[in-house]
């Protein structure tokens, strides 16, 4: 799910939300919360570079922002060199895991300190052009 949503919504995205993309997605009995902050190889190609919790109760979305807060500083420092892959999955696997029961809308995507908003997977272009506009 994630590769291809990510491609056809973020991957050519400008103006990204200061703190990183967050976003919280049930399905399938497990909930998933996850940061995308943008990235770039070394050609140029633009990326979302994104890490994920996956649990079967994660809290709500104010509930995450400390993680989220750890993680987008993890992505952001090794999107610019600061952290070799396997140091980046070491401090990710350090952090404590969210914990909690929230509930809420199937798909809620957010800005760091922002409300969640609400959207389809299948049609959130609204959604993010908002939060894109804001940063």
């Given at each position: 799910f994630w590769d291809a949503w990510a491609a056809?919504?973020?991957?050519?995205?400008?103006?990204?939300?200061?703190?990183?993309?967050?976003?919280?997605?049930?399905s399938g009995g497990k909930v998933a919360a996850g940061v995308a902050v943008p990235g770039a190889d070394r050609v140029g190609r633009r990326f979302p570079l994104a890490a994920f919790v996956i649990?079967?109760?994660?809290?709500?979305?104010?509930?995450?922002?400390?993680?989220?807060?750890?993680?987008?500083?993890?992505?952001?420092?090794?999107?610019?060199?600061?952290?070799?892959?396997?140091?980046l999955l070491d401090q990710l696997e350090a952090l404590p895991p969210p914990t909690g029961d929230g509930q809420g809308a199937m798909m809620q995507l957010w800005q760091a300190?922002?409300?969640?908003?609400?959207?389809?997977?299948?049609?959130?272009?609204?959604?993010l052009q908002t939060l894109f506009s804001c940063s």
């Open positions: 056809r919504n973020l991957a050519r995205r400008t103006g990204w939300p200061e703190g990183g993309l967050r976003l919280r997605l049930q649990a079967p109760m994660l809290p709500a979305p104010d509930g995450l922002e400390v993680w989220g807060n750890a993680v987008a500083a993890l992505l952001v420092s090794a999107g610019k060199g600061g952290i070799d892959p396997e140091a300190g922002g409300p969640p908003q609400p959207c389809d997977p299948a049609d959130c272009d609204a959604v």
